[in-house]
């Protein structure tokens, strides 16, 4: 019984779709590689076909499309050579022309049912595509056409053969559309050529030729055209196929032209630098996609198209909580790693953060082609690996930031950080961190001077000597784009806040609820009053002193409210509940349990990491109504409110600073989500002084801490100078500090001993302690004496070891080197608990781990496992699931029960499926967990190949040679 024809709709250049018959399917065409797919000008094809074990070369292409068949190509080449080689005495390019010539005809219409393969590599915009076609009046003769029609009717490995048989032509002739091509495409120019290869002689084709004679081509002395044809062809089936769609290879190709042109205009323009801020108009796109954010606001504009953001200068802006400040950090960022082609580092203030933009900008990593790194808890490698071809963004924190830049000055890769970018840069001003912020800043403004520096917050006061230290212009406005109203509760009364007035506030309305006396007796305060004004409609955030008292809030809100409120949401309340019973292991917070039901819960330290996440992921989404939480909630994730209730004007013990009430009031209205916002304080009569000095009094000044933070600052700062060869020299030394905040602010804060005293000061007391070697005198003939450092002191600052505790440390590891208990984890993790971390114990694993001495190899072979065991704490077959950013251990169960098991199954997981399989995962997670899972292997890819290239590097030591 004969086999069914094949009718396949192929559509014209014209854009027309005509029907034509195939020839029934031969087994052996079933057999041919090259008969599984044939590409089309869409990237689409024939479905693939059951391969076999025939891998005849004489079958080989029995059934691709016009190469096989009576009327095939292969057939009127064979009749055609034949017919016009009778004569021996052909010229031999005559007679070449002369088969091509009346091949043509037949060619043409054939030529007609394909796109030209070519066409699919033009590395342009799909609407300039016309440009490469061919002009009617073009002076292209038939033997040029045919080239053309037979190199566009071959596959991607074909157009390979011919790559590597024209180079056996010392002489080889490009067409004039080839050509014209050639111009534009850079890859695949080497892939359009004439068909100069097929006869590696055809140099001499000008000289009549008898084919008798010795001079004869090769093609016919050896060969027909035909089996010369066929036999190009199975050598290039034999080859290696590309693999990535041709659609794709398009795609990629129109972006890298895009990005190409983005990057000429941004650096030849610092006026108009369309389509979209010197990006690829995709990248509007994608933020309308990911964000819904249709157009920037007008301040937003101004900003970036600042004189001096063009002229790449360092720049500080801020403006109100929730202005769109991060938005523009974003576009700037992808400036940097599209168009200038550097790497991007990003400061965060905490972990959480971190992860969070993480798995924000996954999604445009995955589409933009560049990588998005983690640097926060355990995870980050030093030095970062140097990646061959894609960019990366790494997203820190503040400390492990410090660590990256120190790696990137020790490997003297510095200069390939293109731009930084630091978000709440008022931290500065806080604490060792905000010594480590400024060390970091610093190293990065004295070693390279083209790393551009970006700092944001909402809250910034003595702005001049930031800009001193920073060398930056600055940028302000007081946009907001939601209404933020200010009112203060004393008693019953509301007061609205006015700095004009002498109290700060002015009389604005009674609150409008009845209370029993139990009521009043069981919340003075009137919480309930002020939370059932918007709850459960609107959502509400209560920021309160100390963690005990979140949880007495939420429980007492809950006694009273009304039994209506269970019903809101009910079902996805019960859910939740049941998630947090499994993250439990089987028990949930009693406190919890009771409040849940009502869409009111608690937010602080107090709970882990997956408990924290689901509040956070139900607060959002609506579930949950009502947060009463710590003041680590306003600097940290974004969860914003219609209403912010602050309990008191205290943080634990401490009167609220200023930029701590700019920050949490922030968090009401936000764009968006709410069309209003409004923040309620409430104060006991006898601190209605505290107010005054919350609404009148200016933010406050940002001041260095690297003298308050000794061994954590300026100690610290000394060594690594030293240990990273930064400053070697007294004199390099006090060149450095002088361009740090410090150095700016000197006057204000040394006044007992100058700048270069506190110096010498701070590098005798390291060279006490065996962490520096040399010699400091005030002689001037011995500051340029050259200061080195100890092993001892190079692991300590490449550990971020504390100097007070470090020559401890060294003592305590030494003597357990003598006994060390292996029989369980508890001998090793006793030393490696970190000394200051004792009493609440958040350690950093990975300190131990970094180079230490050689001494102590044993702790880093035995470390490494433990170091996985304590990150995630889970069994080992979850631990791949929860590199994924966003994927947590209640998460990374789910996962693996329903089948994903691999990071592989995540980074191929189709969202929509994952949202039907997984219990309360929205479609936005879903979509974040499968890019983050795309960019993870990616990157892990990546490193796996620049091991590969590592390995085959040939070394220039080797003995022997010269």
Same mark, same amino acid.
């Given at each position: ?111 007609? +049912? ?23 009046? +073009? ?26 048989? +024209? ?796």
């Amino acid at each position: 019984m004969a086999e069914p024809s094949l009718t396949v709709r192929r559509k014209s250049r014209s854009g027309s779709v005509r029907k034509r018959s195939r020839a029934p399917v031969q087994p052996s065409a079933v057999c041919s590689p090259v008969a599984r797919k044939r590409p089309s000008s869409g990237g689409e094809g024939l479905p693939a076909e059951t391969p076999c074990s025939n891998d005849s070369e004489e079958d080989m292409f029995g059934d691709y499309d016009s190469f096989y068949g009576n009327d095939s190509l292969l057939a009127q080449v064979d009749d055609v050579e034949h017919k016009y080689l009778q004569d021996k005495n052909t010229d031999i390019k005559a007679a070449g022309e002369i088969i091509l010539g009346n091949l043509q005809s037949g060619i043409h219409q054939k030529k007609q +049912d394909y796109f030209s393969a070519s066409e699919n590599m033009v590395v342009l915009k799909a609407d300039k595509e016309d440009a490469f076609q061919t002009n009617e009046n +073009d002076p292209v003769d038939s033997n040029q056409e045919l080239t053309e029609s037979i190199l566009d009717d071959l596959p991607s490995s074909q157009l390979l053969y011919f790559e590597k048989m +024209d180079k056996l032509s010392s002489d080889s002739r490009i067409s004039p559309v080839s050509e014209r091509r050639n111009k534009c495409v850079n890859s695949s120019s080497d892939k359009i050529r004439s068909l100069s290869p097929f006869c590696p002689d055809a140099e001499h084709g000008n000289r009549p030729t008898d084919f008798s004679s010795d001079s004869k081509c090769d093609l016919f002395k050896t060969e027909s055209l035909k089996d010369h044809l066929k036999s190009a062809m199975t050598g290039n089936a034999k080859a290696q196929t590309l693999q990535v769609s041709k659609t794709k290879q398009l795609k990629e190709a129109v972006l890298s032209e895009e990005i190409c042109v983005a990057r000429k205009t941004i650096e030849s323009s610092s006026v108009d630098i369309g389509p979209f801020y010197g990006l690829p108009s995709k990248v509007k796109d994608l933020f309308r996609q990911f964000r819904g954010i249709e157009t920037l606001y007008e301040w937003q504009h101004d900003c970036l198209m600042l004189e001096s953001l063009q002229q790449r200068k360092n720049l500080i802006y801020s403006l109100p909580t929730s202005g769109g400040k991060t938005l523009v950090a974003e576009i700037i960022i992808l400036q940097e790693l599209l168009c200038r082609q550097k790497d991007v580092l990003m400061i965060l203030p905490y972990v959480a953060i971190v992860q969070e933009k993480v798995r924000g900008l996954s999604s445009f990593g995955i589409e933009l082609g560049f990588l998005v790194e983690e640097y926060a808890g355990s995870k980050g490698r030093f030095p970062p690996i140097k990646r061959r071809i894609k960019k990366s963004l790494y997203i820190a924190t503040i400390e492990k930031g410090h660590a990256l830049v120190n790696s990137l000055i020790e490997t003297e890769r510095i200069d390939d950080l293109g731009l930084v970018v630091v978000d709440e840069l008022h931290m500065l001003g806080e604490g060792s961190r905000g010594a480590t912020l400024e060390i970091t800043l610093a190293k990065i403004l004295y070693t390279s001077k083209n790393t551009q520096i970006i700092g944001m917050s909402a809250t910034l006061n003595n702005v001049g000597d930031l800009q001193k230290f920073l060398q930056a212009e600055y940028y302000t406005n007081n946009f907001r784009p939601v209404e933020l109203k200010e009112y203060v509760k004393i008693r019953d009364t509301i007061y609205a806040v006015d700095d004009k007035t002498e109290n700060g506030y002015t009389f604005s309305h009674l609150l409008n609820f009845k209370y029993s006396s139990n009521l009043e007796k069981a919340d003075p305060d009137h919480i309930i009053a002020l939370v059932t004004e918007v709850i459960p409609k609107y959502s509400c955030l209560i920021f309160c002193p100390t963690k005990k008292n979140c949880e007495n809030v939420a429980s007492m809100v809950c006694k009273y409210l009304k039994k209506e409120f269970r019903a809101h949401r009910e079902k996805e309340k019960q859910d939740l509940i049941k998630n947090l019973k499994n993250i439990g292991n089987g028990s949930v917070c009693p406190v919890l349990k009771q409040t849940i039901p009502f869409g009111v819960a608690y937010h602080h330290s107090g709970l882990t990491n997956d408990e924290r996440k689901s509040i956070e992921e139900a607060y959002s989404t609506g579930v949950l109504c009502l947060l009463a939480c710590t003041a680590t909630l306003a600097a940290g994730v974004n969860l914003p409110a219609r209403r912010v209730i602050l309990r008191a004007p205290y943080v634990a013990n401490d009167v609220l600073k200023k930029n701590q009430y700019k920050q949490m009031i922030g968090r009401a209205g936000r764009a968006g989500i709410d069309s209003a916002g409004e923040s309620i304080l409430i104060v006991q009569e006898k601190d209605k002084h505290l107010v005054q000095d919350l609404v009148n009094s200016p933010l406050e000044n940002c001041y260095s801490n690297l003298l308050l933070e000794l061994t954590k600052g300026m100690q610290s700062l000394l060594l690594s100078l030293v240990g990273l060869k930064i400053a070697v020299t007294c004199e390099e030394v006090d060149n450095f500090m002088c361009n740090t905040l410090l150095g700016v602010q000197q006057q204000l804060l040394s006044k007992e001993k100058s700048l270069s005293e506190i110096i010498r000061d701070g590098l005798e007391n390291l060279i006490e302690k065996g962490l520096l070697k040399g010699r400091i005198s005030e002689k001037d003939q011995d500051s340029k004496c050259i200061l080195t450092i100890t092993l001892l002191g190079k692991a300590t600052y490449k550990g971020s070891i504390d100097l007070a505790y470090c020559n401890l440390l060294y003592r305590e590891l030494k003597k357990g080197l003598e006994g060390l208990i292996l029989e369980s984890n508890l001998h090793l993790l006793y030393l490696a608990t970190p000394y200051d971390m004792t009493s609440n114990c958040s350690p950093d694993w990975m300190i131990y781990l970094r180079q230490e001495l050689e001494e102590f190899w044993v702790y880093k072979a035995l470390l490494t496992e433990l170091t996985k065991q304590l990150t995630y704490c889970v069994k080992t077959e979850l631990i791949p699931l929860m590199e994924v950013a966003g994927v947590l251990e209640a998460r990374a169960k789910q996962l693996y029960n329903a089948g994903y098991k691999t990071l592989a199954h995540l980074a191929n997981a189709n969202p929509e499926t994952l949202v039907k399989m997984i219990e309360h995962l929205s479609r936005r997670q879903a979509k974040q967990i499968v890019s983050s899972a795309k960019m993870l292997l990616s990157e892990k890819a990546e490193a796996l190949q620049e091991e590969v290239e590592e390995l085959l590097k040939v070394p220039t030591n080797i003995p022997g040679t010269y």
